[in-house]
């Protein structure tokens, strides 16, 4: 392998000043999973990191989730949302969570040519999921991105993601915002959608309201409605609203950008805003201590020489499965 010796304050300077070529060096460097590289990625995010006591501390990013199933038009309104955005005068980057793309090799979110004006814009970076395998995996690499990308100046941080697995979860973790983009779908077709992923919402957009959709859009949006009342309690800080747009015909795209900006304001001036943030990074800290210590416990040698014959005693009854955690931690813990 090539090894070239990668100076930390220069790059941090050079992603600074917004040089594409070095972000797109230290965002491959947050994606290793080489030992040396995870730890100058440490060093580098560290550098690029805003102090909490620096005047750098006002945050000026949207971090904005995105979710919806392949099909519902991510990519389309992504591309007019963020061109609308620049037109604005912001720097908008994309990133995708995508953990299943390595396994089915199917189409892969944020691939550039998905965003056919957004991809050639000066002011936008594009950046599709990294292809290292787990969830938690592509999770960190991401969050890690986010801080490199504002640390280059891109004030709008949109995250894509679809459904699969946690991945909504993981992402709605990341995120001051979390947008579920849906189809027009009423009465039993509402049953189809994931009662977790409203759960998670911030702000529901029924897209594809045009043309002769446009009604059904409508109703669809007010069906929503109902049920998101039902989740959340009328003295909530924040109660989702359920929008209609239309991504291919450019509707409704300022009354969504407005809805996440007053989302913003209601959480800013109940003194949630700052507060989610730093919740988030406490929570992703012991994330990675559990990651961590699973992997550590399936990689352990004395556990793996014991884990074939503990199995095989709580199959056959000999020991109850409490009594076999105990002795699977007893021979992770010794020393
Ligand atoms: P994604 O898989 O969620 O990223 O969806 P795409 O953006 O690739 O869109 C899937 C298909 O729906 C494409 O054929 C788009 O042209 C179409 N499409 C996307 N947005 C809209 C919209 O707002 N209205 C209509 N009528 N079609 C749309």
Redesign the pocket.
């Known amino acids: 392998s090539r090894r070239r010796a990668i100076d930390v304050d220069a790059l941090a300077e050079a992603v600074r000043s917004g040089e594409r070529a070095a972000l797109a060096r230290a965002i491959t460097l947050v994606e290793s999973t080489r030992a040396d590289h995870r730890d100058l990625a440490q060093r580098l995010l560290l550098r690029l990191t805003p102090d909490a006591h620096s005047s750098e501390t006002a945050t000026v990013s949207n971090r904005v989730g995105i979710t ?12 007019a949302l963020g061109m609308d955005l620049i037109g604005k005068g912001h720097r908008v980057a994309v990133l995708a969570v995508d953990p299943s793309s390595t396994r089915t090799g199917g ?1 892969i ?1 944020g691939d550039k040519t ?1 965003m056919a004006r957004l991809s050639v814009e000066r002011n936008a970076y594009i950046r599709p999921s990294p292809t290292a395998g787990t969830l938690g995996g592509v999770a960190k690499a991401t969050r890690e991105t986010i801080v490199l990308l504002e640390a280059a100046g891109y004030d709008v941080i949109l995250v ?1 993601t ?1 459904g699969v697995g946690q991945s909504e979860v993981t992402v709605a973790n990341m995120v001051d915002v979390f947008c579920f ?1 849906t189809l027009a779908r009423t009465g039993d077709q509402l049953q189809g959608i994931k009662k977790g992923v409203l759960e998670l919402a911030d702000l529901v957009a029924v ?5 002769k ?1 446009e009604m059904e859009a409508k109703s669809a949006a007010r069906e929503l409605a109902g049920a998101l009342r039902l989740i959340h309690p009328h003295d909530a800080l924040w109660r989702p609203p359920v929008l209609t ?5 450019g ?1 409704g795209l300022d009354k969504f950008w407005d809805t996440v900006l007053e989302h913003r304001r209601v959480l800013t001036d109940a003194g949630e805003f700052d507060e989610k943030r730093r919740r988030q990074q406490i929570d992703w800290t012991w994330t990675m201590v559990h990651d961590q210590l699973l992997r550590r416990l399936a990689d352990n040698p004395r556990v793996k020489a014991v884990r074939a014959q503990v199995e095989k005693q709580v199959r056959e009854g000999t020991l109850t499965a409490a009594l076999a955690a105990e002795e699977l931690l007893r021979a992770f813990d010794t020393h």
């Open positions: 919806g199933v392949p099909g519902v038009g991510k990519s389309t309104f992504i591309d189409s979110l998905r894509e679809v983009l897209n594809k309201a045009d043309g959709h747009m239309s991504g291919l015909e509707l």
